[in-house]
């Protein structure tokens, strides 16, 4: 069974810090990674995109990537309020085209003022 | 716009009682999924689609059925085998191709049993 891994939290951090959220995951042939965003009673949006190892920087966000390690993050600077939701980490099992994403069970991240 | 339109937003079901959620796109996209989410739980794959008249199974497809007779529609149909049908529904679409798996979600159906 494959499977993605992540801390389901809270995690708390005050406004303007940085939030750190984790995820792994089981299958090492894993190839594309994703990160969505879920604010409660809506649907998931994609926030983050990741394909090689490394870092890839979007805004205040920056996905990491250590496949080595079978180990995905998102970082996120400067946190806002408004960034609080639930961040659903997403990996594609088989790199191949119209495979389903797999979902981790969601990190819930709370940034007070 | 172009986009994936769910209805209905809210869906109330009585015991034994079979209930179809629409999932409708207008992306040209290929491929149209079905994920299941519990309160607190990560999104669980029920169906996904690929091509006009196929699709397969995924984790949880028992207690649920699907068709997709055109690319731009893939019904849900929640049978009366599902024991425990209260969730929380989202269909995704898709293009094809490494690279391309980002997912378009509808705005979703929450299904309660009355």
């Known amino acids: 069974q494959k499977e993605v891994e992540q801390n389901s939290g809270p995690l708390s951090v005050p406004e303007g810090a940085i939030a750190s959220l984790n995820c792994t995951y089981s299958?090492?042939?894993?190839?594309?990674f994703f990160w969505y965003r879920q604010y409660s009673g809506k649907s998931p949006e994609l926030i983050m995109s990741i394909y090689s190892n490394g870092d890839k920087e979007d805004g205040r966000f920056t996905a990491q990537l250590n496949k080595a390690s079978q180990y995905v993050s998102l970082l996120i600077r400067d946190s806002q309020p408004s960034d609080s939701a639930t961040y659903l980490c997403?990996?594609?099992?088989?790199?191949?085209?119209?495979?389903?994403?797999?979902f981790g069970k969601g990190t819930t991240l709370s940034v007070s003022s | 716009d172009g986009g994936i339109t769910q209805s209905p937003k809210y869906l109330f079901r009585k015991e034994g009682q079979n209930v179809t959620l629409s999932c409708e796109q207008n992306l040209n996209h290929d491929a149209m999924y079905w994920y299941r989410q519990d309160p607190g739980q990560g999104l669980r794959l029920i169906y996904y689609s690929q091509i006009v008249n196929d699709f397969q199974k995924g984790d949880i497809a028992e207690g649920y059925s699907v068709s997709r007779e055109k690319k731009e529609s893939f019904p849900l149909t929640v049978t009366s085998a599902q024991k425990n049908p209260t969730a929380f529904y989202l269909c995704?679409?898709?293009?094809?191709?490494?690279?391309?798996?980002?997912?378009?979600f509808g705005s979703g159906t929450q299904l309660s049993v009355l």
């Open positions: 299958d090492r042939g894993s190839q594309s």
């Open positions: 995704a679409s898709s293009m094809m191709g490494v690279g391309y798996e980002k997912l378009f």
């Open positions: 997403a990996v594609n099992p088989l790199n191949q085209a119209g495979t389903a994403l797999i």
